[in-house]
């Protein structure tokens, strides 16, 4: 089952999701410069009830990483242009800046904050592993048990995250990859393989069902 402490161990999911800087908000207001696009160091610490003194060591873990989705640090004239642009006042010498897309990626690589945590669960989709809805049975004399239908539900519930979750991800990837798109694309076919070995498992099990249900009629 994927969770949320998957998008901390791997960048390839982190790269995939980096697109729906809307569950931000979802999860906590997320206040912006003047300009309507950045943060700085303090608000992001702030967005994410933690220290700066946590949000600086994680840029200095993953300064590439963040790098490649936003996050940048303004000096001399570039500094002064933006101070004029967006209206801040500050008479610091060097300025960080993050996007909404680095805000996002922090989010999946902060670990001791319950924001980031609420933010990589949205990512996941887990709401729908915890609020999952239950399958209609067909009404019958009950001469299916009761570990059939908890399978059942099993093979749903996976086939959902493979085809809503998974797939998408490797879409995603795919895209936006290249030395290693030939193995994604195969890993992505692997996956496709396994959700039509689900489906055609559930079919089976739904055909099970009904002749039993008709012989015990």
Do not use: C, W
């Amino acid at each position: 089952m994927i969770n949320e402490t998957a998008l901390l161990e791997s960048k390839a999911l982190r790269d995939s999701a980096l697109d729906r800087t809307d569950v931000l908000d979802r999860v906590k207001a997320l206040s912006l410069l003047p300009d309507g696009m950045h943060v700085t160091t303090a608000m992001v610490a702030t967005y994410f009830q933690v220290g700066i003194k946590a949000i600086r060591s994680l840029v200095l873990d993953h300064g590439t990483e963040l790098q490649s989705n936003g996050y940048r640090v303004l000096t001399g004239s570039e500094l002064s242009s933006f101070k004029e642009l967006s209206g801040v006042q500050s008479h610091t010498r060097h300025l960080a800046l993050f996007s909404r897309r680095t805000v996002l990626n922090v989010a999946m690589l902060l670990r001791d904050s319950e924001v980031a945590r609420q933010v990589r669960v949205y990512l996941l989709d887990m709401e729908y592993l915890v609020r999952a809805r239950p399958v209609d049975n067909p009404v019958g004399t009950g001469t299916f048990s009761v570990d059939d239908h908890i399978d059942r539900r099993i093979d749903q519930r996976i086939t959902h995250v493979l085809a809503n979750t998974v797939v998408p991800m490797f879409n995603a990837l795919i895209e936006t990859s290249g030395e290693h798109r030939r193995e994604l694309v195969a890993l992505r076919t692997g996956v496709q393989h396994v959700e039509r070995r689900l489906r055609q498992h559930h079919a089976r099990l739904r055909r099970l069902e009904t002749a039993r249900y008709e012989k015990g009629q």
